[in-house]
């Protein structure tokens, strides 16, 4: 490490975002092809001359191209990966050039469900093509050819996101140095394909879905996607965690016997479902869960990872989180297990947590510690 | 044993439901008081001289009175513990007398929220008062008494319904031998209380619940029961059963970029789910959830589980299952502990399962070998 990550951790500070325009079709994945479009993106720190410091940070279900630092007049708006990107941080912007990018079919500026089909001058709506991990990787690769980048130090990101930093080292082997994958596995369980459908089938069955184009309604599936948030609010916990901060706490201090709150993890979990359902797009949420489901490098391969990843060469750095009982440490050794198979650089740590899935997106010391030392042996 | 047990095991035949008028008011722990009402039960074997072989199978959330036996005419009408209840079988109705009751509040005939409340001449619907596990054993106590069993030789049941044979034994020391106390715990966590909150949610919230009064609008919250269930489903089965049984096999062999059924395990829940909807009411689904997450015998003792059973005198079994993460083996420790620290008289089956929750319904060798043993044992 050198002097500036000894000096105390300080944000990238005030940024904003960039866009990027695509004008060749993107073949997709279910068949179709995306005909033009755009990527918003955001960066922090540097490119270096030869553009080998360059680390993608691919974001998860609800996440966006907004990694870290906050808008102009936004204190509050700090992004979502804050705590481990900047300068002096794990992630250190005095080394790496870091970029943020949101998805296709997003809903935070990239083109998606909400963007206007040039075809009919209308939102896209229930007309916007299945977007797949492997689609949004590819176009994350034109967006590396538009700034320059032929191969990145890192592509890393957590439980979706590593999904993409996991598809990056078998689909551009010769473009990522370094695969990082953190609170992630290689494919969904069943369990977690049935939660994921228990979400979809709340904001489908929602009177204000309308088939998915509710825009021209001027309305949104409101309660369908604050059904599928608290749901999935649920899941991204530990029972621990959630019996620690909420246990059987009472909003009145007595059973009220209505079916308004009683507990007080009602009440949180209406508050994240309600916050949600007002800034969140419902299609986005629908074509990103059919993405987590459809996953799978094995698939080619009759279900055998070891031979999938046989065409790996990067590095990798895999972190899974003892709580985590959506992508499980047992979900992540997999992983390992077919990447030591192969002969592959694998380091991986199992970080003792309270806090479940979400444990990737906390600054918990022993993961950051892990995370910066790992930081710090890339060369570039 | 006997003879009898030695033979193979049997069903109870052809079996009918019976019904009890009450009209003393029920004095209900919501504060209000349910005038008069009925329940609707079943009695398989016959009750002895001495009334001392009666048992009462209490049910969980989707149960009935319907435990063993089939409807004459209707051959799938199996009953819902018919593995476990029946002549030889490990209830054996050569020895007791079983009996079974549906709910107060429930919809498979006992007065609820689709009875005709008669102080409006429609049914109950939202007016319908809250019910707790104490009400509901209140409401049993007094079938016992019309029966003219003083003391039951045993009560006993699985989830929710295990939570009404342990406050059998706090409540009716006198009146219970042997509490029987299977995949339940002392008291929801955090975490079944989220998953309560979020199938209340998916009902409440459904433009068809019309405030609980859906009745006068003749048509049901389909949807919301629906999701419910869907959810509910996902949590009585383990992530290895659904993984063994499902995996990630697809309806139609390919990825088809719909939301329809990709993979098998939707087409599943969906079938639960639209089946539940069909018949299940949905102010029963709401009110019995309720009553789950308000169970807490330990409430008046300042969370003290221990001091709570100071003043039980049954002896009990409890058993759990490896795989059940709904109410773990750990849930069932905490009610052994308690148990022995009061010196009772406890026998504790911790049995390997695959089939998470729902194991307390299958007929798991082990499982149904300690049951016979204990049942064996019982003195009538």
């Excluded at 986005?284 to 070891?306: E, I, M, V």
Aim: proline share 5%; glycine share 10%; hydrophobic share 40%.
């Amino acid at each position: 490490m050198n002097a500036t990550t000894a000096s105390p951790a300080g944000t990238v500070g005030i940024v904003a975002p960039q866009r990027a325009q695509f004008d060749t079709p993107l073949a997709l994945r279910s068949g179709g092809s995306l005909p033009a479009y755009q990527l918003v993106f955001e960066t922090y720190g540097t490119l270096n001359a030869d553009a080998s410091n360059a680390v993608l940070v691919c974001h998860a279900l609800s996440g966006s191209h907004h990694v870290a630092g906050v808008y102009a007049d936004q204190p509050k708006s700090r992004g979502w990966w804050d705590n481990l990107v900047g300068p002096g941080k794990p992630l250190d912007t005095h080394k790496f050039f870091v970029i943020g990018v949101n998805n296709l079919g997003g809903c935070y500026g990239s083109t998606g469900p909400m963007s206007i089909n040039p075809a009919t001058g209308k939102p896209w709506g229930s007309a916007f093509p299945f977007v797949t991990v492997e689609d949004w990787v590819d176009s994350q690769a034109r967006l590396a050819d538009q700034l320059g980048i032929r191969q990145f130090a890192a592509v890393l990101g957590g439980s979706l996101g590593g999904m993409q930093a996991l598809d990056w080292t078998l689909r551009y082997p010769d473009r990522v140095r370094h695969g990082m994958v953190i609170a992630a596995a290689p494919k969904l369980s069943t369990e977690n394909i049935a939660f994921n459908e228990v979400a979809r089938q709340a904001i489908l069955s929602d009177p204000q879905f309308h088939g998915g184009d509710y825009y021209e309604h001027g309305i949104v599936p409101t309660n369908g996607l604050r059904l599928a948030r608290m749901l999935g609010h649920i899941t991204y916990l530990s029972d621990d965690a959630m019996g620690e901060k909420f246990g059987r706490r009472l909003r009145h201090g007595e059973h009220k016997f209505h079916f308004d709150v009683d507990f007080e993890i009602e009440s949180y979990l209406h508050y994240q479902g309600d916050k949600f359902a007002g800034f969140f797009d419902a299609n986005t949420y629908l074509l990103t869960t059919k993405a987590l489901d459809y996953f799978d490098p094995a698939y080619s391969f009759d279900g055998d990872l070891r031979a999938a990843f046989a065409r790996a060469k990067a590095k990798f750095f895999i972190a899974s989180f003892t709580t985590d009982w959506r992508f499980s440490p047992a979900r992540s050794r997999e992983l390992v297990f077919a990447l030591l198979h192969n002969g592959l650089d694998v380091s991986y740590a199992e970080l003792e947590s309270t806090a479940g899935h979400d444990s990737f997106l906390l600054d918990d010391p022993h993961y950051h510690a892990a995370m910066r030392a790992y930081f710090a042996d890339i060369e570039v």
